[in-house]
């Protein structure tokens, strides 16, 4: 019982630190598999990872120590996958404006999504800079609306989630060969948007 009572008291930073951990398993478990594979990093890989891999870290240690500095892990870790999508929109070989531009021959499918991808991550933007916004108010007492920070960070992940996912639809439906590689950065994303959520749970306010 004494167990149980710990596990509810604290359920929300062994959510937060669980899922975290997962992030960064993924995470290290994608370096290592692209080296594997015979990927060679450039300078810009290489810093990428690791201010991705800073920034997990330092959501994990915020949490194990209960630390309301998490609050700035957690705006950094937005803040990160946000220029991210940008990238993604603008520069992904496989964006909108790529592929249109190539003149490349694409099914049905292909169009569908290589619209409607662009469509996803564009709405990951707004959620992210509006969530981020709510995240920084919410911390300096500007609002205490919890509710609302709680809400735009599960939509956040879900749409983020799915624009990832038609991301890697598109590139089946190009009729690449995708490897269990391609999915590590995807579940790392989703895993640590998850911590996100029980760490602003954990640091809200009664």
């Known amino acids: 019982?004494?167990?149980?009572?710990?596990?509810?008291?604290?359920?929300?930073?062994?959510?937060?630190?669980?899922?975290?951990?997962?992030?960064?398993?993924?995470f290290l478990a994608d370096i290592v598999c692209s080296i594997i594979y015979g990927f060679t990093p450039d300078i810009?890989?290489?810093?990428?990872?690791?201010?991705?891999?800073?920034v997990l870290s330092y959501l994990?240690?915020?949490?194990?120590?209960?630390?309301?500095?998490?609050?700035?892990?957690v705006g950094m870790w937005i803040f990160l996958f946000f220029l991210s999508e940008i990238r993604t929109v603008i520069y992904s070989p496989y964006s909108v404006i790529s592929l249109f531009s190539s003149k490349a021959s694409l099914t049905?499918?292909?169009?569908?999504?290589?619209?409607?991808?662009?469509?996803l991550a564009i709405g990951t933007l707004g959620l992210g800079v509006y969530l981020y916004i709510l995240v920084r108010k919410y911390m300096f007492g500007l609002t205490s609306r919890f509710a609302r920070v709680r809400l735009i960070a599960i939509l956040y992940t879900v749409v983020s989630f799915a624009s990832y996912a038609a991301q890697i639809g598109l590139l089946s439906a190009m009729g690449l060969s995708l490897s269990i590689v391609d999915f590590f950065p995807g579940l790392c994303k989703l895993c640590s948007d998850i911590s996100v959520i029980f760490t602003l749970e954990r640091l809200r306010r009664i």
Do not use: C, H
């Open 1 to 26: 019982m004494r167990f149980l009572r710990t596990l509810k008291r604290y359920r929300n930073k062994i959510l937060a630190i669980t899922f975290v951990l997962a992030g960064l398993g993924f």
């Open 44 to 54: 810009l890989t290489i810093i990428s990872w690791v201010i991705e891999g800073g």
């Open 60 to 73: 994990l240690f915020t949490n194990v120590r209960n630390d309301s500095n998490a609050y700035q892990a």
């Open 108 to 119: 049905p499918l292909a169009t569908t999504l290589v619209v409607f991808q662009p469509v």
